[in-house]
């Protein structure tokens, strides 16, 4: 299943500026020491931000994707699990 973000949340707090796919029972209680019930019911319901694919890849300009640590050799290699298999007999 893919999930594609289509829009955004803010949270309904005065000044507080959390975004979101959803505003959290966590961060209610965290940031705002209320329930998101009795939050949303006393300052509206989180308000709906569009997401602008444009933005969001000229965010990513420059980003350089993170290299795999073990790029030397599949991890169910018989190589890998004789390293495996020979560190744990020197402990």
């Not at 329930?35 to 969001?56: C, H, M, N, T, V």
């Not at 980003?63 to 402990?91: E, L, M, W």
């Amino acid at each position: 299943m893919t999930l594609i973000i289509c829009s955004t949340v803010r949270c309904p707090y005065p000044n507080c500026g959390h975004t979101g796919d959803v505003i959290t029972v966590n961060h209610c209680r965290t940031a705002h020491n209320m329930e998101r019930k009795e939050l949303f019911g006393k300052y509206g319901k989180p308000q709906s931000i569009g997401y602008d694919p444009q933005a969001a890849n000229k965010n990513l300009e420059g980003h350089v994707p993170v290299q795999k640590v073990n790029i030397g050799y599949p991890s169910d290699s018989t190589f890998a699990k004789d390293r495996r298999s020979s560190r744990r007999k020197g402990r």
